[in-house]
């Protein structure tokens, strides 16, 4: 069997808010993975990607920067392997992940998506929000103020005015999910699927998970969390994966994130292989 060269391109450290170690760590542990499948990994960094210096036809990536998203995508259009896809990235911004689950029946809140520079307390009354979250929708977040926490509609127009001033011009509200927050990761076409809270475990980007706070141990179908991630993963073209979900009171499950190639902190070792296997598995299929 031919030698398989693959490009491995890490995370810039300004897409990895409190979390540069342990989006290094994972990479890391699966190029060794691969390495001892066989597999010569060469690894760069996301400036190195858009200067030019990655010349190999299978890219594997936890790129965000947008010009390194464009260029992904310009590589796969050209006939490259890219896992994960340059587009399955550009589906995890928060208005087309949005679009797309809504548009693909994933369970997930209601949602409205709107201009930074329009009037939102009549909108948000109508559709009976009261406590939303707001959401930048034209990037993946990348400072704590990017996903607020609102308590009324007059303090969501105060929020979505200071995204204004701040140059962003399009925004996702969330309706506020009541029930236990769940982070979940998963690896497409493999059985790998981890699930915890974060709030009990001390997880946390940016302090946001305080708003459900504590976990209740409300029961819900783990099987049917997994498909529904995993359906997800399908349809925004995203293999190797991971987000949140809230578990209503109910037991209803509804995605709330949905992130491309995560940090696996908690689960970092028992994933590495299967995000390994999952590559090597793409290469074979495209071959």
Known sequence: MAEI??????RAGAYSPNHIGNDAAIFNVVAEHLRKRGCIVNVYS???LIAGKVTENIIVNMCREQKSIALLQKMEDEGKIVINSGYGIENCTRERMTRILLGSNIPYPESLMVNTDEGIKESLMKAGFSQCWIKRGDFHAMHKEDVSYVRHPEEAQEVLQEYFLRGIKRAVINKHLVGDLVKFYGVQGTPFFFWFYPFDLGHSKYGH????????????????????CQNAS?????????????????????????????SFAPCRVDAAPHI????????????
């Open 234 to 262: 399908e349809v925004l073209d995203v293999k190797i994966y991971g987000g949140d979900c809230i578990v209503s009171p109910e037991g209803d499950i509804r995605i709330i994130d949905f992130n491309d190639w995560p």
């Open 5 to 10: 060269t693959i490009a491995g391109v890490m």
């Open 209 to 228: 998970e305080a708003i459900n706070g504590k976990s209740q141990g409300i029961e819900f179908d783990v099987e049917k969390m997994r498909q529904i």
């Open 46 to 48: 996301e400036e190195q």
């Open 276 to 287: 390994a296997k999952c590559i090597l598995n793409t290469i074979k299929e495209h071959k």
